[in-house]
């Protein structure tokens, strides 16, 4: 290891010495400042170690493992930087760094409860701090390589650069309402906890939601597919926790306005924290290594990972056992259409998407108990949560009935609901429950409008719901054709005409085809990418996205063929083989002229040909005289679309070798095309949610 993983090692020493002595001022309830300096200790070891790696990366230094794996001299600053946490050893001290530094933040506002406080968000540290012990980026290699393999061309992108800190600083952002939760809950003060803890749940949202997002963004502009969202085990781990927090945001509105919920909000702290650390158990436990584009090999701390889940839950568990009776016992919901139960119901819903979306993930484990895993399909989570949209749209317009709307109001909102809906069923969408979606959207936001004007909840109920009919739209009716182009030749879909002009190898950059696109007499040029990373032998498609106000064209390439396909076939005499629709014989040689002379020889390779009742001979010459070796090409079939050469002959075996070119093949391109309708309404309402989510954070409490 390099002496820079030795600050790993100090910083483990001093987080365990705080907390030590943070416990210490619990049991002798006396305040000593010891706990709190090993803390900054801790925190400035981590710092530094964080700093030194980046100077290692910086510095091109390949001798550590780490850096040989994620670098390369051809990168530019930028991805220079982000390859920092391009792997789990870099990502686990980012989420240290940031946790640590999190919690100075914490240990201000903790005042009497410094000590308690303290000592359970140590708790966390030290989990994190010693999986980074057993995963350090410190690893040193037996010998320095010249250069490093390289950053995975897929992350060499800026969506890509900026996703993991969004995310790793919503995860260590959510440990602080997860401690506020169980120290409140420790001191019979349970009432206090949207207090403490709403802004920090409302920034832990914010963050993993723009890192939800961004990951999305980087999805649909890089990998192809034409998609944002794949359903892939690892890209839910985060979505679960996600959808908790937003379950609980919901409780503590609850809890704030009818004094009720104060078990459950707790049980929903410990459900999002437990399954922030579910996540990274699936992600470096290679659990799922079989069944996700994400997931990492076995590193190797599986046990580990499930020690510190379940510890971290049992905690959560025995708090909440051991205080029940303390918890304030609040209101009683009045289930039936009143506010609170509408709210309740919200949660209900939500506590619901998010055991869908666990049960689809963890198929695999859970399948595996009982024999061989398995992976559910797409169709179970959407089929799981269309339903859950369905109801959540509902909640959304019924909410608004609670304040006094004018019946002309509401028909109004009826009649353009109906009839989105209606020229929604024309165009296009057949399905009752798609109908009904789309129905309820436009009615709840309408509704929504009248009642909160420009207010906050306006805003991110309303980004909800667009998103929501984006979705929609955007993979329920998206239209995807395979066009196959040869170059110059035009195809023709709907009122698109495609065609393939040229393959481009710049000198610098990378390989794209320039297609042409005509729309009646526009056209413009499309260049979708198809290069080769040298240095992992990995074929990189990039797509081409041309937004249009109602649709993205999306052009992705699949394949480039840029010459006739060639093949060699091996003969003995006498030997048949099939090609290409053809049985062809080799019947033997033919020598011409005085092949022993020094001056060289010429010999005809004596071939039959048949198809079907047809029967024809083709002889190709081979030749070697005082000009060289000559090869003669010889047509196979009568339409001079297949032609054979003789490669070479084996005189020891007496076998032929003759090469098969298809000559009728045009360069050509394979190309994915598809029409994907309103998915812009994905990325403006995913903007909407989240702005109007930081203006939450900082709402006066």
Known sequence: MALSGYTIHLSIFFILLSTIFYFLNLVKKKQSNLGRDFYYFSTLLILISFLLLS?????????????????????????????????????????????????????????????????LYNLQIISLLILLFFQSPFKLLPQTPMDGNGLNPLLINPWMAIHPPFMFLGYAAYGIPFVWALILALNGSSKDFYIRSYKWVIFSWVTMGIGIILGGFWAYETLGWGGFWGWDPVENASLIPWLLMTA???????????????????????LSFFFILYGTFLTRSGILQDFSVHSFVDLGIKGLLIFIMLFF??????????????????????????????????????????????????????????????KVGNDFYINTNLPVALIILLLLSFYTFFKELKKKTI???????????????????????????????????????????????????????????GSLYSTGYDKNYKLKLNQGEPIKIENLTFKFLDFKFPPKGKSYAEIEITKGKKSFIAKPKLWQNQKMNQLVANPDIKVKPFYD???????????????????????????????????????????????????????????????????????????GLNKFEEIIDEGGKIKGTIERIDATTKKVFLKIRKTEIKPYVILSVMKIPFIILDWLSSILIIVTGILLHFKKI
């Open 55 to 119: 100077y290692h990366f910086l510095s091109r230094d390949f001798k550590l493992a780490y850096v040989n794996a994620y670098s390369s001299r051809d990168l530019s600053l930028l991805y220079t930087i982000s390859a920092l946490w391009a792997g789990q050893e870099g990502k686990g001290l980012l989420w240290a760094l940031l946790s640590l530094i999190l919690g100075l933040f914490l240990m201000k506002n903790l005042k009497e409860n410094e000590n308690l406080g303290m000592f």
């Open 553 to 627: 064209l999306y052009l992705a390439l699949e394949q480039y063929n840029p010459q006739p396909s060639e093949e060699i076939v091996e003969f003995e005499k006498g030997e048949k083989k099939e090609i290409e629709g053809f049985e062809i014989k080799f019947n033997g040689f033919q020598f011409k002229g005085e092949h022993q002379r020094e001056m060289g020889f010429e010999v005809a390779c004596l071939f039959e040909v048949k198809k079907g009742e047809r029967v024809w001979n083709f002889s190709p010459i081979f030749s070697l005289s005082e000009r």
């Open 313 to 374: 839950l049992l905690l959560g568990v025995f708090v909440f056992i051991f205080k029940f009776k303390t918890f304030p016992k609040g209101e009683k919901i009045e289930f039936f259409f009143t506010k609170s139960s509408l709210l309740f119901y919200s949660v209900l819903i939500l506590i619901i998407s998010s055991f869908f979306v666990f049960l689809g993930t963890s198929s695999p484990i859970l399948t595996g108990i009982f024999g061989k895993p398995a």
């Open 411 to 469: 028909f109004l909102a009826f009649i353009i609901a109906f009839h989105f809906a209606a020229i929604s069923f024309l165009l296009s969408v057949k399905n009752p429950i798609h109908i009904l979606l789309i129905f309820f959207a436009i009615f709840s936001i309408i509704l929504q409008y009248h009642n909160y004007k420009f207010k906050k909840v306006f805003f991110i109920h309303s980004g909800v719901v667009i998103f929501l009919l």
């Open 248 to 270: 609980l945001i919901h409780g503590l509105v609850l809890q704030r306005k009818y004094k009720i919920f104060y078990k459950s909000n707790f049980i929903l702290s410990v």
